[in-house]
């Protein structure tokens, strides 16, 4: 039998007073004004600005789920493609609940779970993904061999094998992608300077299974998280640092009950070295950076400090934040597996992530997350902007002369 994480589950009909009570007032399609001084930049629902109608942005998501609840309406594609283009960032949510106790991104949750349930979602765009999942047991469909090779030279510890204080998961991105590998390096490298025992599990770990999860798939989601919490606990490390915000949010969310170690994302433990000066930054690095807050590491963790502290220990650089920052953060354009199935509308999105930057008059925008990473250089790509997509790890090795060479 199937280990299940929660014991009694949430489903869509749990949340009928949320979506019967919402007042259609619409404050969750922008931010709000007094805390964003420019009005160009006061639309924060990637899903609202680029499609318009209402359906889009979590006021009339909520009255869909509602009807559909009630059977007033069915699955149509236009409400499937409504869904699916939620890019889950949770701006409609931090807009929302302060002022009206409401969660309009848990309704779209589990609208995206009665989906899988009822086989109507997720979309064929998703599925080769969901292929790799099945024959590789990560998101991108390498050998499960190999996702250790990132970490090759740096001398890192089996945690398998050998006793570790910090347990290193990595992700699938940080583990496989050439352009992320750097940063995965770094935070190793950094967490490995404290002194502590660093060690991997290597091609024991699985994907974390958020993207599951986020596809409304949550029995497949579950799998993973269970095989995962096994192998972490038998490692008895003390405390398990996540490189990527997908994978802390669902280690702290769903994982936590279930897990012996305390969870932790990288930029928390380095930024509390700093601190302790068990890492001093002393090289200059003179540059203007902005910092996008990613929406899992800050609206949904609540993590915004650690990584402002890091920036502000680096001697040289000034740090500038944009416009939308902190709660009213926008998304980068990867959130939601949105753009697996429409790559286009997740350019978009990080193109006028990357405007804003500009507009800012930074050199280089930074951030700690590989989805954002990603899709952010794409945006620069995209518009043939000069700025630099930067990570924070790779950022901070520069502050201490120890960068990749
Ligand atoms: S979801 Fe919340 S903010 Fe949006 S219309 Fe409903 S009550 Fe208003
Ligand atoms: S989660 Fe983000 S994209 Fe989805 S409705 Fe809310 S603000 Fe819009």
Not at 80 to 87: F, P, R, V
Not at 184 to 202: D, F, N, Y
Not at 212 to 222: A, C, K, S, T, V
Not at 261 to 269: C, G, I, T, W, Y
């Amino acid at each position: 039998m199937k280990k299940r994480l929660t014991a009694t589950r949430e489903v869509l009909s749990d949340l009928r007073d949320d979506f019967s009570l919402c007042g259609k007032c619409k404050l969750c399609q922008a931010c709000h004004v007094q805390e964003v001084e420019h009005a160009r930049f006061w639309r924060n629902c990637p899903a609202g600005t680029r499609f318009r109608f209402d359906n889009y942005y979590a006021s009339g998501r909520m009255e869909m789920a509602r009807a559909y609840e009630l059977c007033e309406i069915e699955a149509t594609p236009g409400l499937i493609h409504s869904l699916y283009t939620c890019m889950l960032c949770g701006s409609c949510q931090q807009q929302c609940f302060p002022l009206k106790q409401i969660n309009p991104l848990r309704v779209t949750e589990l609208m995206r779970e009665t989906a899988v349930r009822e086989g109507w979602g997720p979309l064929p765009e998703h599925q080769p993904a969901l292929d790799n999942l099945e024959e590789h047991d990560n998101l991108l469909g390498l050998p499960q061999a190999d996702r250790g090779k990132w970490a090759e030279g740096l001398g890192l510890k089996s945690a398998a094998q050998e006793e570790v204080d910090i347990l290193i998961f990595t992700g699938c991105h940080y583990s496989y992608k050439e352009g992320l590998i750097p940063a995965a390096r770094s935070a190793a490298r950094l967490l490995a300077s404290t002194g502590a025992r660093v060690g991997i599990l290597g091609e024991g770990e699985l994907c974390c299974g958020a993207p599951l999860l986020e596809l409304g798939d949550r029995d497949w989601f579950e799998t993973f998280a269970w095989e995962n919490i096994q192998r972490i606990n038998a490692t008895q490390a003390k405390t398990v640092v996540t490189l990527c915000p997908h994978c802390a949010s669902v280690f702290s969310e769903e994982y936590a009950p279930e897990l012996e170690a305390e969870v932790m994302h990288a930029s928390q433990v380095i930024s509390q070295a700093i601190k302790e000066k068990k890492i001093q930054p002393n090289h200059e690095v003179a540059q203007k950076v902005a910092w996008h807050d990613p929406c899992r590491l800050g609206r949904r963790l609540g993590i915004y400090d650690p990584p402002r502290r890091i920036l502000a220990s680096l001697p040289g650089l000034e740090m500038v934040e944009l416009p939308r920052h902190r709660g009213n953060t926008l998304c980068c354009g990867n959130g939601g597996m949105a753009a697996y199935a429409f790559p286009d509308y997740g350019e978009w999105v990080a193109q006028e992530r990357v405007f804003e930057a500009e507009f800012t008059g930074a050199e280089s925008l930074a951030t700690s997350c590989p989805w954002c990473e990603e899709m952010l250089r794409q945006g620069a790509k995209a518009r043939g902007s000069d700025l630099v997509v930067e990570n924070l790890f790779t950022l901070l090795e520069k502050g201490i002369g120890g960068e990749e060479r």
